[in-house]
Structure formats: C-alpha cells, structure tokens
C-alpha cells in the first residue's frame, strides 16, 4: 500500500497548525491575539527565542460523511490533489464585474461566533470584487459549519460545499479568510512552486505522516513574489515532531513567518489577478437575514 493510501484511509483530521490556535477572537472582534487556556484540544508547546509558538492537534474522530483531509484540504475523490488545475473550479464573474459567491452559516453558530464568521466573509469587499452573499435557491454555495476541524476544499466544486469552522479551534478572523482563500482556489504558501528560493523543508523534522502538507504543486503565482506574512502561510514548527523547525526561511533565517492576522497585500493581490479583478468594484448591497 502506498504512502498517499495509507493516508486517505487513515482520513487523520489535524488544525492547520498556522492558524488553529487557542488565541481567542475577543470579544468586539478584534484582530489582537490573547493566550488563554484550552479544553478538547491537545496542546504541544515549542519554545523559540522570539515566543512561545504552539501546534494543536485535534483529537475529535472525523463524521461519518466527512470527506478525506489532507491537513486542512479536503480532497474531492475524483480530482487530484490540486483541483483548481480541473477546469471549472473557480467562482462566476458576472456583467457587473463582482464574484458573487453564495453562503450559508449553519444555525449551530452563537450570535457572537456568526459575528466572527460574517466578519471574514465581509472582508473580501474591502479590498476585492468578491462578495459573499446569503444563499437564496443557488446550486452551487458554500455551507459553513461546526465540523471536526478547520478545512475547505481548494475552488468551486459545485453543490452544497463544506467549509468546515468548528466552534472549538477555528472561529478566529485569520482562520475564516484562511479556508474561505481555499475555497477561492488557493493552496498553502509553502507548497508554491518558487517555495524552494525562498525556505527550506526541513523534512527531517516533519512528522512522517503528514509530509504531504510540505509537497510543492505546480502553482499560478500571479507574479507575485513569495509572501512569507500570507495568511497562507504555515508557522515555522507546523507538524514538527521534535520540537525543531520544519520550515527555514533564507538567506535571512530569522524571518518570522506564518503569524498573519488577515490576508496580506499579496494574498489580495493574487486573488485580484486570479479573478481578473480591477478593484474598481460596482457598488453593491449585500443583506444578511439573521
């Protein structure tokens, strides 16, 4: 049995350790990070010069119905492992020059959770043509939900498509643009094509099992250059096993990377380019029926 099928059947669901953290959003929805002490979450903490950094794995055991994770992609049985190379897995472009993207938010949210997720969804129109809106009776949406774990497929699929944001572990900002990027057609920072200018894998500290997630794929870059603050990008001791980074940044190693708090000028830029969007967006109303 190969490696990638010992994998998928052993369908292991794990935080993505750039963002899943018990920093919680505080209260009036602000961007800053606070530590604080977390239950149902298995904490390894890893020790650096600069700050206590930490990896959280998630012990919850995945649904019935919850599709193959590789770290926080969920992985369309019939696509390879880069579905935004498939035709067809990027969002509509319509007359009025927006994407406009259909969503729901389960009813398991509290008010104050769905204020987190509105919040990530309300962010691209800032800096974006992409508007999330309230699904009416749209075929293909995104259905946010309380599942195990932080994870989204990468593009449009078609149909009801999961973007999972469990209550424990993932309702920060950082993490909603995160999988929300996925679900626009982007991967990870690290996996970029041009990663290997730009960090070295240290493969030797990677926790066998989950070697994948360091896996390059043949990425559109959109001429941007390597962004080490993309909210893309995992954090330096992501999936370690022996507590030594997994990631080196060069020439200049004590770059810090993978602590964003929101989408970096890049990560904007990219999505622009992907989308072919001039930023010159017409001016919208979306309503949210609560």
């Not at 018990?22 to 602000?30: D, F, V």
């Not at 259905?143 to 593009?155: A, H, K, L, M």
Request: charged residues 20%.
């Amino acid at each position: 049995m190969s490696f990638l099928q010992r994998m998928l059947l052993k369908k292991t669901l794990l935080l993505s350790s750039l963002l899943v953290s018990c920093w919680p959003e505080p209260t009036g929805i602000s961007v800053s990070w606070h530590y604080v002490q977390c239950s149902r979450i298995k904490e390894h903490f890893l020790t650096s010069p600069q700050s206590n950094l930490f990896y959280v794995s998630y012990s919850q055991a995945p649904e019935a119905d919850e599709p193959t994770l590789m770290g926080d992609i969920a992985m369309p049985s019939e696509k390879n492992a880069d579905p935004c190379t498939a035709r067809g897995c990027m969002w509509q472009k319509y007359s009025d020059g927006n994407i406009w993207v259909p969503y729901v938010i389960a009813n398991h949210f509290s008010s104050r959770e769905v204020a987190i997720i509105q919040r990530g969804l309300d962010s691209f129109a800032e800096t974006t043509c992409i508007r999330f809106f309230q699904r009416q009776n749209e075929r293909d949406y995104l259905s946010i939900e309380n599942r195990s774990g932080c994870y989204s497929y990468v593009g449009r699929q078609g149909n009801a498509q999961t973007v999972s944001l469990a209550r424990q572990g993932c309702l920060y900002h950082s993490t909603v643009q995160h999988e929300l990027l996925h679900a626009l057609g982007f991967n990870h920072e690290q996996t970029r094509s041009d990663r290997d200018n730009h960090i070295r894998v240290a493969w030797e500290n990677i926790i066998d099992e989950y070697k994948y997630a360091f896996e390059k794929i043949a990425t559109l870059n959109q001429g941007t250059s390597y962004d080490y603050n993309s909210v893309m990008q995992y954090h330096r001791y992501a999936f370690s096993k022996n507590n030594h980074p997994t990631m080196v940044p060069f020439p200049d190693s004590n770059v810090s990377f993978g602590e964003a708090t929101q989408m970096s000028k890049n990560d904007i830029d990219r999505l622009n380019r992907l989308y072919e969007m001039n930023i010159v967006c017409h001016t919208f109303t979306v309503h949210h029926w609560l």
